[in-house]
């Protein structure tokens, strides 16, 4: 999910809340609503592993 083509394999490892499509993508990948993505990133950080292990747990 990257604004900078250059750069995707970092994108891929962080979650960015601040655009539609990232949370629309992250949602869709994570199998999740906006509100439990958001809170997973309030709870754990932007990592995608810890929020993906977050999610799991929940």
């Known amino acids: 999910m990257s604004d900078n083509k250059e750069k995707t394999g970092q994108d891929r490892k962080e979650i ?31 990592s995608a592993e810890k929020v993906r292990e977050y999610l799991k747990k929940k």
């Open 16 to 46: 960015s809340l601040g655009e539609d499509y990232e949370v629309r993508d992250w949602t869709k990948s994570l199998g999740c609503t906006e509100a439990e993505l958001r809170a997973a990133v309030k709870a754990v950080g932007n």
